[in-house]
Antibody
Framework: EVQLVESGGGLVKPGGSLTLSCEAS????????MHWVRQAPGKGLEWVAS????????QYGDSLKGRLTISRDNTKNSLFLQMSSLRVDDTAVYYC??????????WGQGTMVIVSS | DIQMTQSPSSLSASVGDRVTITCRAS??????LNWYQQKPGKAPKLLIA???SLHSGVPSRFSGSGSGTDFTLTISSLQPEDFATYFC?????????FGGGTKVEI
């Protein structure tokens, strides 16, 4: 079964750090471009970051730039997102997503990050 | 950044209706436009890629058209399971951006 399963979300204080993980199965993870997309409660979708299949190329959205590191471990079919200096407006569901042929075709169920004092 | 504007932001329709949702890009994006469906509490699902390519398993009542800056998603005959929020997304250039969404309600 094709699947992406995120973990690592939770409650964190403003200024804190958190690392999200995503485990892939059922498809060729090591040749896939992987992304994180987030959705604040009741809001739309926002692209957060991407990493190339090899892990050498990374890109970040403006709202989190400088506070994020995306990485992957192809030996473990895993994607990671390290977040620091978190703010209240970073509160969102974070989705792990595969990009294929210019579209996001596989989505995880999401992991909730709540930034609150 | 390329801004994506969807209209309407919400609409009310009945089963069997033909529904059209519009997405406009702030600059030309060729055919690099995707559509997603999201139901409450669930992750989005890909419906249509690169303007008009129906994703695997998506019913043929969904179709997409357009080019450049103006795109449409059409549901030819609305079914009960189609009540959801629909998002467009451009894959022409980074940062990848989404429209604000269109909520289709009964």
């Amino acid at each position: 079964e094709v699947q992406l399963v995120e973990s690592g979300g939770g409650l964190v204080k403003p200024g804190g750090s958190l690392t999200l993980s995503c485990e892939a199965s059922g498809f060729a993870f090591s040749t896939s471009s992987m992304h994180w997309v987030r959705q604040a409660p009741g809001k739309g979708l926002e692209w957060v970051a991407s990493v190339s299949s090899s892990g050498t190329g990374t890109q970040y959205g403006d709202s989190l730039k400088g506070r994020l590191t995306i990485s992957r471990d192809n030996t473990k079919n895993s994607l990671f997102l390290q977040m620091s200096s978190l703010r209240v407006d970073d509160t969102a569901v974070y989705y792990c997503v595969r990009r294929r042929s210019d579209a996001f075709d596989i989505w995880g169920q999401g992991t909730m990050v709540i930034v609150s004092s | 950044d390329i801004q994506m504007t969807q209209s309407p932001s919400s609409l009310s329709a009945s089963v069997g209706d033909r529904v059209t949702i519009t997405c406009r890009a702030s600059q030309s994006i060729g055919f690099y436009l995707n559509w997603y469906q999201q139901k409450p509490g669930k992750a989005p699902k890909l419906l249509i890629a690169t303007t008009s390519s129906l994703h695997s398993g998506v019913p043929s009542r969904f179709s997409g058209s357009g080019s450049g800056t103006d795109f449409t998603l059409t549901i030819s005959s609305l079914q009960p399971e189609d009540f959801a929020t629909y998002f467009c997304q451009q894959s022409y250039s980074n940062p990848l951006t989404f429209g604000g969404g269109t909520k289709v309600e009964i």
